[in-house]
């Protein structure tokens, strides 16, 4: 937790010429009695490529610092053009408001500054020299970047932890890829005491009482189909017997045929021999159709 937080900062003289002072209205509250002063400073940034340019404008020492809000207004001198290069006078750079405690920076505003002359013509037309009396700064206000550091300030407790902090049970626990292949390593020692356990008579006797179930089943398997052929043959002698029966019929009808073909010298005995032998005949046609359709 710090105990100096920065609450806001106004930028008084924006836009402004290029020579005038900067002027920031900075507002912090303190949450406890400070031993030491907080040191500001205002630090401009000459060229992207190189931290050589940098200036630092001003710095203020501000204290004893009162618990609770305060607020003051901040001035620094305008950047020194000598140290800035030519090509870097002109387009948008970046100055730095810092603020530290002790030598340690705790926090820190970022403003982008545009430099640009104050006509159109010579914008879009630059002269090779600058006419630093025509160019304007002008701070972009509305959009600091603001970063914040964590500092030891006067007491040991408050100083900011540069390790983890140490975890001794962490040590005493088992690693998780261990403990699982201990279980493993259980589970199948488990199971080869298992098979040692039951031993090749105990297969045998398994494989055998297998063997008399598929016996017992080859079995009844076999009485069923003895059932099955011997109902068959039982229908087949009964067909066989029937068609027997049939065929003795027809030799008696045949043989009644003959005879009375045979007596029939008479008219009578012609005219009724054709109708017995056609009744006879009949009767033959008749049985073999139900053999048929049996």
């Avoid at 009162?66 to 001035?75: Q, S």
Wanted: proline residues 5%; glycine residues 8%.
């Amino acid at each position: 937790m710090s105990v100096v937080s920065l609450l806001g900062v106004k930028v008084l003289n924006n836009p402004a010429k290029f020579g005038d002072a900067y002027e920031f209205e900075i507002t912090f509250e303190c949450l406890e009695q400070l031993h030491k002063d907080l040191e500001w400073k205002l630090t401009y940034v000459g060229s992207a490529t190189s931290s050589e340019h940098d200036q630092e404008l001003d710095s203020l020492l501000v204290g004893p610092i009162p618990i609770g809000v305060n607020k003051f207004i901040f001035e620094a001198d305008a950047p020194d053009l000598k140290r800035i290069p030519v090509s870097e006078i002109i387009g948008v750079t970046v100055i730095l408001l810092t603020c530290s405690y002790d030598n340690r920076e705790f926090v820190r505003v970022g403003y982008y500054v545009n430099n640009e002359y104050d006509s159109e013509e010579l914008n879009s037309k630059p002269p090779p020299k600058p006419i630093m009396e025509r160019v304007r700064r002008n701070i972009l206000a509305e959009k600091p970047r603001v970063t914040r550091f964590a500092i030891k300030w006067d007491s040991e407790d408050s100083a900011p932890a540069e390790f983890p902090p140490e975890q001794p049970e962490a040590d005493v626990v088992e690693d998780d890829g261990t403990a699982y292949g201990a279980e493993e390593a259980e589970l199948e020692a488990a199971l080869i005491q298992e098979e040692a356990a039951l031993g090749p008579e105990d297969a045998d006797e398994e494989m055998a009482g297998a063997d008399d179930t598929a016996g017992a089943l080859g079995a009844v398997a076999k009485a069923e189909d003895d059932e099955d052929s011997d109902a068959g043959s039982e229908d087949l002698e009964a067909e066989s017997s029937g068609s027997e029966d049939d065929d003795i019929e027809d030799e008696e009808g045949e043989g009644e045929g003959d005879e009375d073909m045979e007596m029939g010298e008479d008219g009578e005995a012609k005219t009724t021999a054709p109708q017995e032998a056609h009744n006879g005949h009949s009767i033959s046609e008749a049985t073999h159709g139900e053999v048929m359709v049996h």
